[in-house]
C-alpha cells in the first residue's frame, strides 16, 4: 500500500479524531480566514491537486453550523414578518471557497475539502493557486488556471463544490434542467 493509502486509512481511526480534538482547541481561537504552512489532511489534498511548491497556498477556514435563518422581527404586525426560513442553495463547502476568495483576492481557488467538525463550528481546507507564479505558468498541469476564463471561477460555480451545489453531478433522468443552468430554466433547485 502507498503512503496515501496508508494516510487516509489512518484519518478513519479513533486515533486521529482524538489529535484533531485536541487540534480544536487551538483552532477555536485562530482568525475564521488563516492561511496554513502544511495541509491538515495531506492524502486529501494531494488528491485534489495540491503540491508542495511556490505558488500554492493552502487556507483554513472556519463556519459556523447553524441553519442559516433570516433575522426574528419583532416590531411591525406583518404577515411575512414571522418568516424565518432562509433557503440558500449552497453548501458549506462552496461558502468556505468563496470566504477565503474574498480575503485572497490575487489568487484562485483549486479546490477544497472538509478537514473536521464540532458542535459549532465546521472547518475546510482550501487550496489556492497564484495564477501569476513563474513556477505555475511553467507547470504544465497546473497552467490552465492561468487563463483569462478561470477568472473568479469560485463564484461563478465552477470548483467541484459549485458544481455540487448547482446539481450538475447528475446526469439522465431527473436532471434534465439541471442544464446549462437553473436559472435558464427559470426554476428553483428545492
Known amino acids: 500500500m502507498s503512503l496515501y493509502k496508508h494516510l487516509s486509512e489512518f484519518y478513519n481511526t ?16 485562530e482568525p475564521v480566514v488563516l492561511k496554513v504552512e502544511h495541509p491538515s489532511r495531506l492524502d486529501r489534498a494531494r488528491s485534489l491537486g495540491y503540491k508542495a511548491k ?8 472556519r463556519l459556523k453550523r447553524s441553519k442559516r435563518l433570516r433575522p426574528l422581527i419583532k416590531k411591525g404586525r406583518r404577515s411575512k ?8 442553495n449552497k453548501n458549506y463547502g462552496l461558502i468556505a471557497e468563496e ?28 487550496i489556492f493557486v497564484d495564477k501569476n507564479h513563474p513556477g505555475i505558468k511553467k507547470d504544465k498541469n497546473l497552467n490552465w488556471i492561468s487563463k483569462p476564463q478561470h477568472n473568479r471561477r469560485v463564484f461563478r460555480g465552477l470548483t467541484s463544490a459549485g458544481k455540487r451545489s448547482r446539481g450538475l453531478r447528475k446526469k439522465g433522468k431527473g436532471a434534465e434542467k439541471i442544464r446549462p443552468s437553473l436559472a435558464s430554466h427559470k426554476r428553483l433547485a428545492h
Open 14 to 29: 479513533e486515533d486521529s479524531r482524538r489529535l484533531f480534538k485536541e487540534r480544536l482547541i487551538l483552532w477555536r481561537k
Open 81 to 88: 414578518h414571522r418568516r424565518r426560513k432562509k433557503i440558500v
Open 54 to 61: 511556490q505558488g500554492i497556498v493552502v487556507v483554513r477556514v
Open 99 to 126: 470566504r477565503a476568495a474574498r480575503k485572497f483576492t490575487n489568487m484562485e481557488v483549486l479546490n477544497s475539502y472538509y478537514v473536521f467538525e464540532d458542535g459549532k463550528y465546521k472547518w475546510f481546507e482550501v
